[in-house]
């Protein structure tokens, strides 16, 4: 299987919504690149500050679909659900 690569924006419409992302994003990377199969989890300001960049690196598309499961079911899941996200993802089985 081949490694998946997340790359995107993570954007905010409010400064409530930033504050809530600045809040819960430590604890959200730190669990993540604790995943087994988490190859690098980057994710950081965009110079707005509103907008955040992030990168993911997962070793196949089992342990990023795990991944996506994890962050579903977590306080980071809950906390943003409403918080735009621009992904591209590179790898997946179509």
Do not use: N
Request: aromatic fraction near 8%; include cysteine; charged fraction near 30%.
């Amino acid at each position: 299987m081949s490694e998946i690569h997340l790359t995107g924006q993570l954007i905010c419409k409010s400064e409530d919504e930033a504050r809530i992302v600045t809040f819960h994003l430590a604890e959200h990377i730190e669990r993540t690149r604790a995943e087994p199969g988490c190859v690098s989890f980057e994710v950081t300001a965009a110079g707005d500050p509103l907008v955040w960049s992030v990168e993911e690196r997962f070793e196949d598309e089992r342990v990023f679909k795990l991944h996506q499961e994890r962050v579903a079911g977590s306080e980071w899941g809950r906390v943003t659900a409403g918080i735009e996200r621009r992904y591209s993802i590179e790898g997946l089985a179509r």
